[in-house]
């Protein structure tokens, strides 16, 4: 079953990190997130957070799972959900140019973030 394009509070597209470890085994997951201010809030005194997580699975880390919440995130979601749709893999995006003007570039370069568990 393709995964499916969710963007009501939080988009995302493909599975959730439950979902993931459910279908493939916790050990067979491997979780990139960020939490960081968009560029966009740099020179107000209003900072919101901007969240992304990539969730891949085995070893050639197809992403399964794409959330995030954050300015631009309806936008980034049509162009980030084909790519899940495709079936793209972590070095498939660290090799992409990401959608811009949004915090996209962050996806296509998540790699400090890594983590086992959320």
Not at 64 to 88: K, N, R, T
Request: proline share 4%; with cysteine.
């Amino acid at each position: 079953e393709p995964p499916h394009l969710f963007n009501v509070i939080t988009p995302c597209s493909g599975l959730t990190q439950a979902e993931a470890e459910e279908k493939y085994g916790a050990a067979n997951i491997k979780i990139y997130q960020s939490k960081f201010t968009n560029m966009y809030f740099a020179m107000t005194t209003r900072k919101p957070k901007t969240y992304m997580k990539l969730i891949c699975e085995g070893t050639e880390e197809k992403i399964v799972g794409l959330h995030v919440m954050g300015l631009g995130a309806d936008e980034m979601m049509q162009g980030f959900s084909i790519a899940v749709v495709a079936g793209a893999t972590k070095k498939q995006f660290d090799s992409t140019v990401a959608i811009h003007p949004t915090s996209a570039e962050e996806f296509v370069t998540m790699n400090w973030g890594l983590s086992t568990k959320s």
